[in-house]
């Protein structure tokens, strides 16, 4: 049964994203969780009761699964202090997260390594977990099988052995006997000592390697530790502090200095909160060891890049608290995905190489940035909320640092004499960032704003030439960012590094001058990305190529003019866009249709004749946004019941395909009609899931970015 049966008809379009949510943890979660899910997502906040005679279960199957959704924090819960009753809402926000589980892990997997990444999927089936427990069942998921005699039972023959690397009397997880759980991998050694399914290369994996990477995710902000606060909606938490900050004016709060004052109060309170989120993040960025910025970052053995953090130190700090209770910060990985979109945005105008140096610039100011967007409600510490509304700035020098060992700065741009260049033009600092005015941006300075002088106008250009670099693409003897090949970054020498220097600057300054405004140069030797803007003009890339695509190209100019002129009359708009009077009628009527733009009409008289009123197009970016994400969430669902369809039309053969035996071996187990059939549904669930995954990326850059 699909979980769209268990939804009334929504009074509103914009409940299509809580249909997706639900949708979204289908592919997770049992009947019964879906069931509840379902209700508090339909019907708002409920309690026990309610949610026991809404989902026809009996109140032990409804609190086992508010345990389980509550542990992957899918339904946040709120007691009341007074009557002693608890009440659970849905948090919509965290299901639909589950649609880019494969987007975190990707960009996981490429900037921290495989360990990480797995780490990362046991967080999202595990939901919160211990460490010490997160450890166990990492290193006995991913560790290599073990291996038994046949007829032996399990008992422990490793005398030698470490607390965290015995797997066999660790067997107290929550769903029961750990060993038993995950037998899967255990393979059997028959009387002549062969071992099947045992690889030669297979290793076990280290406590202390899960404990430094974890540390590394921890200190990132990619994984966080989890607080009694975290497990109610931001609305409650702030109304609860409220609450309290209220015992300490008895008399009431009136006048404006008692107002200040518990406003303050409660400022305070909730910045206090955020400090004890952070404690252990922090705790780690502090005492971690941290790589010289001279050397480049050094590559783990997982796979993964150090990012600055060493981590040999951050280890032994998590092995001190084993109990600490973790989870995936998704707040972290959305930024993550936006700084890879961006990067993607990027290499379109700029090219490869620039493209990687502006990905070098957002890994750096990453670790300055906690979330995309902030709201009344969000928890900020005092450095989150003066990096918030003071900005993010990086040197260049840590720029060099968070750029990819494989990127060669000395190509992709071009040489020009030193008299065609205008120094002070080509580097001027801005002090502001550009303001968005209606639905365009403003490329000229406000007043108030500077051109200062630029932090290279002593700039040295003679030492860009030298022998052995890559300029304009031509090889010579260095490579990989001014070191010699082999990746060794340790040994680069101080002039090899200050000319890879000078050419990764000619790469920002090529950002900064860029129509899109990628960077601003906004200090001495200082440079930032106002996301702001840059997402404006995503959005608007976005919205360009779906008016294209369904309007022609006359449409897209209609388009254009209104958006920069903002409300314009029907007999004006055809002289500006060099079309006839019909032609743009026509167009502007299919348009509105389309809900891309709107018309106010303007009467003359009191007679409101079609003669005497005065038609006014225009374009409304916030209602087009609403519309396209409600079009979007419509496609994901029936995206996600088409693919329920199909996997219920192929049961069969799915269950055969599931058997242990059959796993990874299909084509040589199944039969060839069965193997056909197989392959066909692979296909239909590849087409689906890929066309969810582009419909994501458009909720990204309209909603949550």
Known sequence: MSSMDNFPQYASPCSLAYALALESTLRLQSGTLQRIVATLLARGRSNVRDLALHTSLNPKQVRHGLALVIQHNLVFYQTDHETAATTYEANPQASYHLVRIGKILDVIDRKYGIMARNLVNDLLMLGHVEIAELVRYHRLKHGPPKVKINGEQNHNHDHDHDPDDDFDNDNDLENGDLDDSFNDDTHYVNGNGTAH????DAMPIQANEVYDTLAQLIAAGVVESVSVTMFQSPQDLKASVEQECMKEFPNGIRGAKVMTEFDTMVKSQIKAIGVERATMKRKLQENALYEPSNIKRRKLANGGMSN???????GSILRDEPNMVVRLNLDKCLVELRNQKLTEHAEDFVGETTAQVFAGLLASLCKKVYRCQHDQYTIMTEEEE?????GVRVTSEEIFDHLSPGVDVSTGIGAASEEDIDIRFAEKIRKYPPQIQGSHIQGTLDE????LGSDDED??????HLKGTHVNGHRGSIAQNGTKMGGDYSGESQSSRAEQMRHMRQHLLILTETKQQFVRHCGQNEWTVDFGPLIQQLRY???DTMIEDNFGRQGLRLTRILREKGKLDDKTLPAMALMRKPDVHVKMAEMEMAGFLEVQEVPRDNNRAA???MFFWFFDEARTIKRVLDNAYKSMVRCLERLE???YNKRAILSLADRRDVQGKEEEMLRGDVYNEYLEFIEIEKKLLSQVSRLDDLVSVFQDF
Do not use: K, M
């Open 308 to 314: 600055g953090f060493a981590g040999d130190s951050g």
């Open 645 to 647: 369809v199909e996997r």
């Open 459 to 464: 700039y040295d250009r003679s030492g860009e």
């Open 541 to 543: 890339v976005e919205l």
């Open 197 to 200: 399914g045992t690889a030669d």
């Open 448 to 451: 108030g704003d500077e051109i």
């Open 611 to 613: 003669n005497r009123t």
């Open 386 to 390: 003066e990096t918030y509304f003071t």
